[in-house]
């Protein structure tokens, strides 16, 4: 059982280009987050997913799209990377709607440059 | 608006000594509050939770300890290890069931003095 897992651990982009972030879970877990990471400020969420293919947004979600095409899957994107991206990124996930404990991956560090 | 924060950004102990973390929250709604612990270059990890119905509750090493009327969290760390030097969150919620969301505080660094 390895949890939640995230590729890939580092991305160095530049400014413009796009990547996926991959988030996955073998816990058979409904819902789904990403969250970014950055000095002095927390964790903030992103976006989120309630189940297989929903999705809401979070408290940052300006710059990202996400997607739940398959349950133990949730993928962040982005479209068009700026150096305010630059950040550690952190996928998790919980059981349900009878439970608020969220469990996280091991983040992904990446910068813009 | 509504936040969650931390009275001080490290704290230091002596290896052995109880450490104690506090944690302020300013929604007298929040009815679940969670206690993560962060290692460098890892992702956090839960430790122990705390529904708003109760005052205690202990896991192995670790209490958390709720004051609903000051609308204060703690977190105590007896016997503290060097293994325990990381950076530890609060985080709390006031909405259940499917739209559920955490906010966490900033964080605070324990450093465990050999």
């Known amino acids: 059982n390895a949890g939640v897992t995230q590729t890939p651990k580092f991305r160095v982009l530049k400014t413009g280009q796009s990547m996926t972030l991959l988030c996955a879970q073998d816990?058979?877990?409904?819902?789904m987050y990403w969250y970014r990471q950055d000095p002095g400020m927390g964790l903030r969420l992103i976006h989120y997913s309630v189940g297989e293919g929903t999705t809401a947004k979070g408290e940052v979600p300006d710059g990202y799209n996400v997607s739940r095409l398959k349950k133990q899957n949730f993928l962040l994107g982005l479209e068009s990377a700026a150096p305010s991206q630059t950040s550690v990124y952190f996928c998790?996930?919980?059981?349900?709607?009878?439970?608020?404990?969220?469990?996280f991956g091991p983040g992904t560090r990446l910068t813009v440059l | 608006g509504e936040s969650v924060g931390l009275h001080l950004p490290t704290l230091s102990v002596q290896e052995g000594d109880n450490s104690i973390i506090n944690c302020a929250y300013s929604?007298?709604?929040?009815?679940?509050f969670i206690w993560y612990k962060q290692e460098s270059g890892k992702g956090p990890q839960f430790i122990i939770d705390i529904r708003s119905n109760m005052d205690k509750r202990q896991g192995q090493r670790v209490t958390v300890l709720l004051n609903k009327t000051v609308k204060h969290l703690s977190l105590q760390i007896a016997a503290t290890q060097p293994g325990d030097s990381a950076v530890y969150f609060c985080?709390?919620?006031?909405?259940?069931?499917?739209?559920?969301?955490?906010?966490f505080g900033k964080g605070i660094t324990l450093s465990v003095r050999p």
């Open positions: 998790a996930s919980r059981v349900g709607h009878h439970t608020d404990t969220q469990y």
């Open positions: 985080a709390e919620t006031y909405i259940t069931g499917a739209n559920s969301k955490l906010t």
């Open positions: 816990m058979n877990h409904e819902y």
């Open positions: 929604n007298s709604a929040s009815d679940y």
